[in-house]
Nanobody, 122 residues
C-alpha cells in the first residue's frame, strides 16, 4: 500500500507561481512512477505530468509544457509540481498518483491522494 498526501494548493493571481508537494508513505521502495492529474468542475480528470523513479524521464501535457515542472526527492519521499505563469484555466483540484509506468493514462495509476485545490484568479 502507498499513501499520498498533497499540499501547497491555494489562491494565486494569473501569472503567479505555486509549488505543490506530494508526501509518499508506505511501500516507498517499490519504484513507483509518480504523476500529477487535475480535475476542474464539470470536467474529467486530466493528465498533467509524470516522472520516472530516477527522475530522468518526464512527460507533460501540452497545456503545461514550459510552465510546469515535476520533480521528486526519493530520500524525502516527496514529489513536487512547480507551476509558473499560472492561468485561470489551470484552476482545478490537483491529484498526486503512483503507478507502474510513465504514462499519461489515468487508469494505470494504482494509488491516489485526496487532492489539493488550486485557484487562479484573472
Amino acid at each position: 500500500q502507498v499513501q499520498l498526501v498533497e499540499s501547497g494548493g491555494g489562491l494565486v493571481q494569473a501569472g503567479g507561481s505555486l509549488r505543490l508537494s506530494c508526501a509518499v508513505s508506505g511501500r516507498t521502495s517499490s519504484g513507483y512512477r509518480m504523476g500529477w492529474f487535475r480535475q476542474a468542475p464539470g470536467k474529467e480528470r486530466e493528465f498533467v505530468a509524470v516522472l520516472s523513479w530516477s527522475g530522468d524521464f518526464t512527460l507533460y501535457a501540452d497545456s503545461v509544457k514550459g510552465r510546469f515542472s515535476i520533480s521528486r526527492d526519493n530520500a524525502e519521499n516527496t514529489v513536487y509540481l512547480q507551476m509558473k505563469n499560472l492561468k485561470p484555466e489551470d484552476s482545478a483540484v490537483y491529484y498526486c498518483a503512483a503507478g507502474p509506468l510513465v504514462r499519461a493514462v489515468r487508469g494505470i495509476y494504482d494509488y491516489w491522494g485526496q487532492g489539493t485545490q488550486v485557484t487562479v484568479s484573472s
